[in-house]
């Protein structure tokens, strides 16, 4: 299995006092890392998530949480192929384990060979489904108590 591990909470504010706690997979780059930047401000807190393959991948998640923490935003990271069992479910324990809430899922993390259909080979399609489809109903499953609305006096 890929190793699983939060890397780094980039600031000091406690966990108390966020108005959203948002858990974006596949932020490394691309829509993600767009998203992650977008929704960065004051008072949230940021789970970013990339798959962190190699070292390139996990320097580029770093600076996206850089950016998000300059726009004021509590950022943490965590890296695992959500492709693989247990994956989703520990990005998420991070996630409540890091800042004691969850608001939002953005599950953006996937990936595709671009090729006809006759060329595809049936194990990268697998693994596509398995990152995508498969790794999103884990993350509903694992989140969806996580989500339920808290209580304005908490």
Excluded: W
């Excluded at 909470?9 to 992650?36: K, M, P, Q, W, Y």
């Excluded at 991948?57 to 770093?62: D, N, Q, T």
């Amino acid at each position: 299995m890929t190793t699983m591990s939060r890397v780094s909470d980039l600031n000091d504010a406690g966990s108390a006092g966020f108005e959203r706690v948002v858990l974006i997979t596949g932020a490394g780059s691309g829509i993600g890392a767009a998203l992650a930047r977008r929704i960065a401000a004051p008072r949230s807190a940021l789970m970013l998530h990339a798959r962190g393959a190699d070292h390139d991948a996990r320097e580029r998640l770093a600076q996206v949480a850089v950016d998000c923490s300059a726009n004021g935003a509590r950022c943490a990271t965590v890296f695992g192929d959500l492709a693989e069992r247990g994956a989703a479910e520990h990005v998420v324990h991070q996630t409540l384990a890091s800042f004691g809430a969850l608001d939002q899922v953005v599950a953006n993390a996937g990936h595709a060979q671009r090729q006809t259909l006759n060329a595809l080979d049936p194990d990268a399609l697998g693994a596509a489904f398995a990152a995508m489809p498969a790794a999103f109903a884990a993350l509903v499953k694992r989140a969806t108590p996580a989500l339920e609305p808290r209580s304005a006096a908490a």
